[in-house]
């Protein structure tokens, strides 16, 4: 059954954090590898409005279901942001605005670049284009959903885990409409089913990526995405990414840990 915009409109909104007792990190403060962890979620959930940018000097601006979606998506993803840079403030950590600020500085020459070139490839890629990024997004909600979920459980803190899965709960509206939109695309063009494979074969790494340093990307990874329920957590997604018309045995979370090392992380 197709996820339309309509629906999606009608749940979007802030996230609701009622309730959540910053305090208790007081009383029992998270470990120093899950606050690495959500160092790395909040400075991609902040850098969306980035991805935003981009996405609309491609052909997507021109789909108004595809700009809708995304002004919701961006503004549900800030608010994402926030909530766990109020859990970094209760551990004394910077959060938000001048962490956030920081980041986009030091990234100022390659966001430059970036733009120019997503505009380039994404013209190039015409209609298809919006199939390929409708996929990715499943992909990459997918592997966000699935980490926020691994980070609880490996954590075990009973606020943290309930802040998390009220982010999942939003993450699964957006993984609804992102795999709705890519599974219809993708049916319906056999140019897009190649295009889309050969870029998630070639290009698509996990989530941050392109914006955290290495060192970061494999610590996530290797923290949330190691050992047998890690990589049954990974192994999941992958046969999620089967279902996408045309995008079978692609193994992308699968391949992608074996790149980054599958052992424990290094402190």
């Known amino acids: 059954m197709r996820t339309t915009i309509d629906t999606y409109k009608a749940r979007a909104g802030r996230l609701d954090t009622e ?5 208790a990190f007081s009383a029992r403060p998270l470990s120093p590898a899950t606050l690495r962890c959500l160092r790395y979620m909040h400075d991609i959930e902040h850098h969306t409005v980035c991805y935003l940018r981009d996405l609309l000097m491609s052909p997507a601006h021109r789909d108004p279901e595809v700009t809708s979606f995304l002004a919701c998506w961006a503004f549900e993803e800030l608010w994402h942001g926030e909530a766990i840079g109020a859990v970094l403030e209760a551990h004394g950590e910077p959060a938000g605005s001048a962490r956030v600020a920081d980041l986009r500085r030091r990234r100022r020459w390659r ?19 919006v199939a390929l990024h409708m996929s990715w997004g499943a992909i990459n909600e997918w592997t966000t959903q699935a980490g926020y979920a691994r980070l609880a459980a490996v954590e075990g803190h009973p606020v943290l885990t309930d802040l998390l899965r009220r982010i999942m709960k939003q993450e699964g509206r957006h993984i609804d409409f992102y795999a709705s939109e890519a599974r219809r695309r993708l049916d319906d063009s056999a140019r897009a089913r190649r295009l889309t494979r050969l870029a998630l074969a070639h290009l698509w790494r996990p989530v941050g990526s392109g914006v955290m340093p290495r060192a970061e990307v494999t610590f996530l990874v290797r923290t949330l995405f190691s050992g047998e329920d890690g990589r049954a957590a990974a192994a999941r997604i992958d046969r999620r990414v089967d279902q996408l018309p045309g995008k079978e045995g692609l193994g992308l979370l699968t391949r992608a840990i074996d790149r980054l090392g599958a052992q424990a992380p290094t402190p």
């Open 111 to 129: 966001d430059a670049l970036d733009v120019v070139t997503h505009a380039a490839t994404s013209a190039l890629a015409g209609r298809s284009f």
């Open 19 to 23: 309730g959540i007792d910053l305090g």
